[in-house]
T-cell receptor, first 115, second 111 residues
């Protein structure tokens, strides 16, 4: 049973560029959330997708956007990259929709470095 | 004030010791409590998931919730070197998926 998979594992970009990160949820899961984890910090909630719509959003600017596909996979897009966007980006999936209390399971993340 | 406070450590204990990890939170609307373990260069792995006040045990791990004090704990018995990792507490309100994490405590178990 495959868990949450994310690609790529590591990415290096320069300031001002755009990046797309990808996530496949755990089998049977329909809800995807994205988190940003700076070095030495706990993850910060970016947003959540269910039924191909953004359902809840954290305190992140509009440069951060996403998408969910009919097969429940998801993408995170970040435009106009800043040095401060360097972090580990984590995808988490869960069952039964965005209002459920089912636990979230995380992938191993994409480490994004901005030069 | 942060919604969740967690001592970042680092915490270093000898093998076999009992480890106590703690978090406090400020909002009584938080109803669900989780502990995740994160190894270096890996994603968080769910260890414990609780709702009610009291204790929940799973093998060497015990999660404790005191809603009246807004205080949660994770105890690790008979600690092993393989328990060396960063431990993250996470909380959420009912009916919403957003998790609020503590800063994480870096734990080292010395053989």
């Amino acid at each position: 049973d495959a868990g949450v998979t994310q690609s790529p594992t590591h990415l290096i970009k320069t300031r001002g560029q755009q990046v797309t990160l990808r996530c496949s949820p755990k089998s049977g899961h329909d809800t995807v959330s994205w988190y940003q984890q700076a070095l030495g910090q706990g993850p910060q909630f970016i947003f959540q997708y269910y039924e191909e719509e953004e359902r809840q959003r954290g305190n992140f600017p509009d440069r951060f956007s996403g998408h969910q596909f009919p097969n429940y996979s998801s993408e995170l897009n970040v435009n106009a990259l800043l040095l401060g966007d360097s972090a580990l980006y984590l995808c988490a999936s869960s069952q039964r929709g965005y209002r459920s209390n089912q636990p979230q399971h995380f992938g191993d993340g994409t480490r994004l470095s901005i030069l | 004030q942060k919604e969740v406070e967690q001592d970042p450590g680092p915490l270093s204990v000898p093998e076999g010791a009992i480890v106590s990890l703690n978090c406090t939170y400020s909002n009584s609307a938080f109803q669900y409590f989780m502990w995740y373990r994160q190894y270096s260069r890996k994603g968080p792995e769910l260890l414990m998931y609780t709702y009610s006040s009291g204790n929940k045990e799973d093998g060497r791990f015990t999660a404790q919730v005191d809603k009246s004090s807004k205080y949660i704990s994770l105890f690790i018995r008979d600690s092993q070197p393989s328990d060396s990792a960063t431990y993250l507490c996470a909380i959420k309100i009912q009916g919403a998926q957003k998790l609020v994490f503590g800063q994480g405590t870096r734990l080292t178990i010395n053989p």
